[in-house]
């Protein structure tokens, strides 16, 4: 927990270590061990009522405790060689591991399918516990460690592949997927974490707009608020200045287009909500479009980023009076004092400014610290980044902007006509319009979808770590 990323893959546990070795003759015997307490628990019981009230359970401490050690250990393990790219190699080659909790348990190697029916029941039995409801008000036990459980549960799959096909196929699928939704639901999802989240958060939006993507071509009808929140997102992330601060903060507005022509092509007779607020915003597009290049531009938008306060999250707080009341348009709030940033406001111009930034920073920080954020902030004022035009043109010109124009050529006109001949004010007039309209051989062929799988690597590796370590200390 205290180490610095730079050294957190070189200094090893020696007590997890010696635990998880292939020396250590017990190591497969409490895998099992560990597996069968977490997945054998039932809180419920035999069902009575308030039972959890009149007697302590006392197998429920043992249960999270087996959790975290078993996602400490896996995590421990797998850490130098579960995130190496996949090598052509069959299934085999690539589920064993040294070490039987870097395989996602020996048990999980080439087990019997009921013992991963096992796992997968009782995985699923655990998580699906908050989410049970009854006549009774509060009168089923309800766990606490469902954040434990879903690391878990993604360790095993993203370890052994195996297990995970047999999951995909299998009927008890959505006894997983069910809660997951709800807690991802309950989490805030998306929109909120993007807009109003940390600002640690940033590079977690390429991973979140992924998954975005990946499903937009399968979304049958998005309700106002979703079609809403998805247009501020691209509103965010389309300013000039957005755009110009760092070479890859374009990749999002890609994202977010690319998951509006799938939702389009693919879904276009339950989507006239998103439709409708493509519409009403399409002066956004037009401005992608007409983006500027020129040396000038680029530098006023550079200027405007350094002078406003939403610079410190990336999130542009816009103007228009539908976004300022939404929930979650308000930009990322600064870290607390004390805390490591992921990154600089704005990197210093002369070499007064940096020694006063580093005379406030030694305030606030301790020396280790300061020495790490210093030798940080110098590498990166040494290889400052710095837009150009033909920076900007090499992607402008690849935006994925011909299936929405396309979109507004055709449907605007008709919108602006049907509201001028019967006078329509009310929006729903206009979306049942748009429910019974169609684009079919208007828009450009559909391109295929793209699905873009998960691939591990040490950004994200360090964040499921952090995350980890966080939950088992809070524990």
């Not at 190697?109 to 409801?133: C, E, H, I, T």
Request: glycine letters at 4%.
């Amino acid at each position: 927990m205290y180490l610095p990323p730079s050294s957190d893959n070189t200094i090893l546990n020696p007590w997890v270590s010696f635990f998880c070795s292939t020396e250590n003759r017990h190591a497969l015997p409490l895998f099992t061990s560990l597996v069968n307490v977490v997945c054998a628990y039932d809180p419920v019981g035999y069902g009575i009522p308030y039972n959890h009230l009149l007697f302590s359970d006392y197998r429920e401490q043992l249960v999270e405790q087996a959790v975290q050690i078993l996602i400490v250990t896996l995590e421990h393990d797998g850490g130098g060689l579960a995130h190496r790219p996949p090598s052509p190699s069959s299934m085999e080659d690539q589920d064993v591991r040294p070490g039987p909790f870097c395989t996602g348990g020996g048990l999980l190697v080439s087990p019997p399918l009921q013992d991963y029916d096992f796992v997968l029941k009782g995985l699923a039995r655990l998580l699906v516990n908050p989410l049970m409801q009854t006549y009774l008000p509060n009168s089923t036990k309800k766990i606490q460690f469902h954040q434990e459980l879903l690391v878990l549960f993604w360790k095993l799959c993203d370890f052994n592949k195996k297990f995970l096909f047999f999951v995909l196929k299998s009927s008890d699928v959505l006894d997983i997927l069910v809660p997951i939704l709800f807690y991802l639901n309950d989490a805030r999802v998306f929109h909120k974490i993007i807009t109003s989240g940390h600002q640690r958060l940033q590079p977690l939006f390429d991973c979140l707009l992924t998954i975005v993507v990946n499903v937009s071509p399968y979304l049958k009808s998005l309700s106002m608020v979703t079609a809403n929140k998805l247009l501020h997102l691209l509103e965010a992330f389309s300013t000039n200045w957005f755009l110009f601060s760092a070479s890859q903060n374009h990749h999002l507005v890609f994202f977010l287009l690319e998951a509006f022509n799938n939702i389009i092509q693919y879904q276009f007779d339950g989507n006239c909500n998103l439709v409708y607020a493509i519409i009403r915003k399409r002066n956004l597009f037009h401005q992608l479009a007409n983006l500027p290049s020129d040396p000038a531009s680029i530098q006023k938008a550079l200027l405007r980023k350094r002078k406003s306060p939403d610079a410190i999250t990336g999130i542009s707080r816009t103007s228009s009076q539908e976004t300022v009341s939404m929930e979650g348009s308000r930009p990322a709030v600064p870290a607390e004092p004390g805390t490591l940033k992921t990154s600089l406001v704005a990197i210093p111009g002369t070499p007064r400014s940096i020694t006063t930034s580093i005379q406030c920073i030694r305030k606030v920080f301790r020396p280790l610290d300061f020495i790490h954020i210093l030798l940080d902030w110098v590498s990166r004022y040494q290889s400052h980044w710095a837009p150009t035009p033909d920076w900007v043109l090499s992607w402008k010109c690849k935006l994925p902007l011909q299936t929405i124009m396309r979109l507004l050529q055709v449907l605007v006109p008709q919108v602006e006509k049907i509201c001028i001949d019967k006078g329509l004010t009310d929006e729903s007039e206009i979306l049942k319009f748009l429910q019974h309209g169609t684009l079919v051989g208007l828009l450009p062929v559909p391109h295929p979808i793209l699905i873009r799988k998960y691939q591990a690597n040490a950004g994200t590796a360090m964040w499921f770590r952090t995350y980890m370590w966080g939950v088992v200390y809070l524990r």
